[in-house]
Nanobody, 121 residues
Framework: QLVESGGGSVQAGGSLRLSCAST????????MAWFRQSPGKEREGVAS???????TYVDSVKGRFTISRDGAKNTVDLQMNSLKPEDTAMYYC?????????????????WGQGTQVTVSS
């Protein structure tokens, strides 16, 4: 239903662009977001964007990551610049129809399979 692409390995300071496409819904998804999870840690909200284009970022990525979406195609991208080793994680795309979802993972019902991002120092 949600398919991510674009992960990989990069050195610190480098960039990656993640993409997520919905293969199921043709209507406008209210909120789409990116989460990440590294071993032994809880899944963390990274960035979200709602149908009006309002964005939310976790503090650790502000100024480095940019989320964007195409509402007509139900796709969402995450441009990641100035990557740091602590950005290493599995990144998941998620979709929600609940108002105010932002970075609350409990409000997201649909998830992609994840794409690995590894940043080496």
């Amino acid at each position: 239903q949600l398919v991510e692409s674009g992960g990989g390995s990069v050195q610190a300071g480098g960039s990656l662009r993640l993409s997520c496409a919905s293969t199921r819904w043709t209507g406008n998804i209210y909120c789409m977001a990116w989460f990440r999870q590294s071993p032994g840690k809880e899944r963390e909200g990274v960035a979200s964007i709602d149908s009006k284009g309002t964005t939310t970022y976790v503090d650790s990525v502000k100024g480095r990551f940019t989320i964007s979406r195409d509402g007509a195609k139900n796709t969402v991208d995450l441009q990641m610049n100035s990557l740091k080793p602590e950005d290493t994680a599995m990144y998941y795309c998620a979709a929600s129809w609940l108002y105010g979802s932002r970075l609350n993972r409990n409000k997201y019902r649909y998830w992609g399979q994840g794409t690995q991002v590894t940043v080496s120092s």
